[in-house]
């Protein structure tokens, strides 16, 4: 599947990979939007009432329903785009790319509206009538937006390629010094985001997978989803033939204990977990 290509350079995802992503935020926004639709009718009359500062409640208040309604458009639109077409077919996905690059822009004003909502709830600048209702939901929508925001940054880093700058050609890659740059970066992920043991071991480990991924992904236009639906299919393949051989006797039927089962149910949770963040 080829990466996706936003300001000038290749990220390490692909068109179809913003479906279940996209969903999640959809169903948090639709939440959100309900909730401070109902605090805006309850609690926009009163602004007028307020001391200090009932233009920043306003201006919050109708602004923050705007940027959430644009939002969830936007990524209803995203979602119906990424999820089009076979897996080889970029021409159907062909307006993602330029939908995405408008979706990560919009970062911008929600942290600016997310800023006065912080205002508002921690200065003393407003001064107005305290409802319950709205109060709740204003420091709980401002909180949860700061989560989001920082997963949205933390997903970019994730998917950041230093390395794939659209000038470097393909050839470059091939050469020893650059697969040496790709393998510290992927040592790098492990040890920021996977929180990697400081002992020889599991450094010595962690060098040898970085060393494959390197050498995985380079020289191709994979990204990392590909290689974990591979995965999956690549097991789900093996069970169906495990199966059969099963029917036929020829292959005994394993026993099962709790701990197995405990430990199919993680790996399933962490797998889902790759795949929707």
């Known amino acids: 599947m080829p990466a996706l290509q936003l300001f000038g350079r290749k990220w390490l995802a692909a068109t179809d990979d913003l479906v279940y992503p996209g969903l ?29 500062g009932g233009e920043l409640v306003r201006v919050f208040l109708v602004g923050e329903i705007v940027i959430l309604g644009v939002v969830t458009i936007l990524m209803f639109i995203i979602v119906n785009h990424s999820a089009r077409g076979s897996i080889g077919d970029t021409y159907a996905r062909r307006f993602v790319q330029p939908l995405l690059t408008v979706k990560i822009l919009l970062v911008l004003p929600e942290i600016a509206w997310n800023i006065l909502g912080t205002l508002w709830i921690l200065s003393d600048y407003v001064q107005c009538n305290d409802e319950y209702y709205t109060s709740t939901v204003i420091k709980s929508l401002v909180f949860f937006d700061w989560v989001l925001i920082g997963l949205a940054i933390l997903g970019l880093a994730l998917v950041f390629d230093p390395l794939g700058s659209l000038s470097h050609s393909d050839k470059a890659l091939e050469d ?6 790709v393998s510290r970066i992927w040592l790098r992920r492990f040890k920021y985001f996977w929180w990697m043991r400081r002992d020889e071991s599991a450094t010595e480990t962690f060098q040898h997978v970085a060393g494959l991924l390197s050498a995985l992904f380079r020289g191709t236009d994979l990204v990392p989803s590909d290689v974990v639906a591979g995965c999956v299919l690549l097991r789900v393949r093996q069970k ?18 709790v701990g197995k089962y405990l430990k199919k149910i993680l790996f399933s949770i962490l797998l889902l977990l790759l795949l929707l963040f």
């Open 176 to 181: 020893s010094v650059e697969h040496g740059k």
């Open 240 to 257: 169906r033939e495990n199966l059969e051989l099963r029917r036929l006797n020829i292959l005994e039927r394993p026993k099962y204990s």
């Open 24 to 52: 999640f935020e959809i169903f948090i926004r639709v939440v959100w939007l309900v909730l401070i639709g109902i605090a805006c009718l309850r609690y926009y009359d009163e602004t007028w009432k307020c001391k200090t």
